[in-house]
């Protein structure tokens, strides 16, 4: 057959035209992608940098707050009486421990109050830390008493939040408490080597009971799995949750667990 009877090749002009093709289109993809990245870059600068528009009742009502809480606590210093004699008498008659699981207040504009809490290790809602039943602890409760629910633990209790909610602080750090030879470790130069160790220097209060309390973190609790029954207002005395509940804290943290 003579040449110019044949079908002219295309198959060099076709993968040309594919290449071409295939670079614009990974071309494109790349444009869409960087215009994505661009976009979540804004996005998220854009979160940090905008503020959520508030009503100028919200500053009122937060200064309100403030001023209210202020004025209660100084009320409740002059009004409390808690002498050494006082504290004596109450550590002859009730158990020297307390339970303190804070239950309310997201929000608090009081810096009083916040400072308290930062001292107790209890910056969160739920958070469970054991005090000792003393004179300067007595004042504190009586300080931050309508965020608090407070009382005396029994030695299930406290086994429980060990065993089940039990965090220990090691070089700043949350850690789980794993093992024995970690409490070893940490308070073997107290005498304390294991678990059951340290629920027998909390349940008696013994003399390193404030090493104990910092080798352990504050207890994270849930919300009672039935709810709050009455009130977070008002105090249990009057019918309401929060306050003194005595030997009643155990069931509230068999119900937070």
Known sequence: ??????????????????????????????????????DRIKRIRNARTHHKFKRAESFVMGYLKAERTSKRI??????TNITDQSAKAA???????????????KKIFD??????????????RHNAVFLENSKEN??????????VVYGFPTLSTIR??????????????KTAIQSNTMVEEQLGDKGIICLEDIIHEIYTVGPNFAAVKEFLCSFMLSSPRDGWKKKVSVSFKRGGEYGDRGNGINDLVARCL
């Not at 079908?7 to 071309?27: A, E, F, W």
């Not at 550590?91 to 309310?104: I, K």
């Not at 004042?139 to 965020?147: A, H, K, M, T």
């Open 74 to 79: 100084r009320q409740t210093i002059l009004r």
């Open 138 to 147: 007595q004042l504190l409760l009586r300080v931050i008493e309508p965020f």
């Open 1 to 38: 057959m003579s040449d110019k009877y044949a079908v002219p090749n295309k198959l060099p002009g076709k993968t040309v035209s594919v290449l071409k093709h295939r670079k614009r289109r990974i071309q494109q993809d790349q444009s869409v992608i960087e215009q994505k990245r661009t």
């Open 160 to 173: 429980e939040l060990l065993f089940k909610k039990g965090f220990a602080r090691i070089d700043g750090k």
């Open 111 to 124: 810096k009083t109050t916040t400072e308290i809490f930062k001292t107790l290790h209890m910056g969160q």
């Open 91 to 105: 550590a002859e008659t009730n158990p020297r421990l307390l339970l303190v699981m804070r239950h309310a207040g």
